[in-house]
């Protein structure tokens, strides 16, 4: 079993930065390929940025790119969500996925076995 633990959010103005962390326990982290989610409320869960198990493969949703950077440490079982350039509509629960199965991270929730308890974005105009 892991577990995941979010952290790192909070209520910051438009433009601003926030850098989120996921905490996993478990040894078999550096095997996971792991994602970010976010869900508004009324909202789908929708994907925003996934890295592969040994970080050298990234992929954002279009919403996110050039402003989201995800990263990870392997020796600290932590993986990272670097937010620039916040808007408004960034604001959401923020949540870390982790998937035990694929080396290579997917856009698609029910890939993801592992969740975290997500974490507050809010980003004020």
């Known amino acids: 079993q892991v577990q995941l633990v979010e952290s790192g959010g909070g209520l910051v103005q438009a433009g601003g930065s926030l850098r989120l962390s996921c905490a996993a326990s478990?040894?078999?982290?550096?095997?996971?390929?792991m994602g970010w989610f976010r869900q508004a409320p009324g909202k789908e869960r929708v994907f925003v940025a996934g890295?592969?198990?040994?970080?050298?493969?990234?992929s954002y949703a279009d919403s996110v790119k050039g402003r989201f950077t995800i990263s990870r440490d392997n020796a600290k079982n932590t993986v990272y969500l670097q937010m620039n350039s916040l808007k408004p509509e960034d604001t959401a629960v923020y949540l870390c996925?982790?998937?035990?199965?694929?080396?290579?991270?997917?856009?698609?929730?029910?890939?993801?076995?592992?969740w975290g308890q997500g974490t507050q974005v809010t980003v004020s105009s």
């Open positions: 996925a982790g998937d035990s199965r694929r080396l290579y991270s997917s856009s698609y929730a029910t890939y993801y076995d592992y």
């Open positions: 478990g040894r078999t982290f550096m095997n996971y390929a």
């Open positions: 890295i592969s198990s040994g970080g050298g493969s990234a």
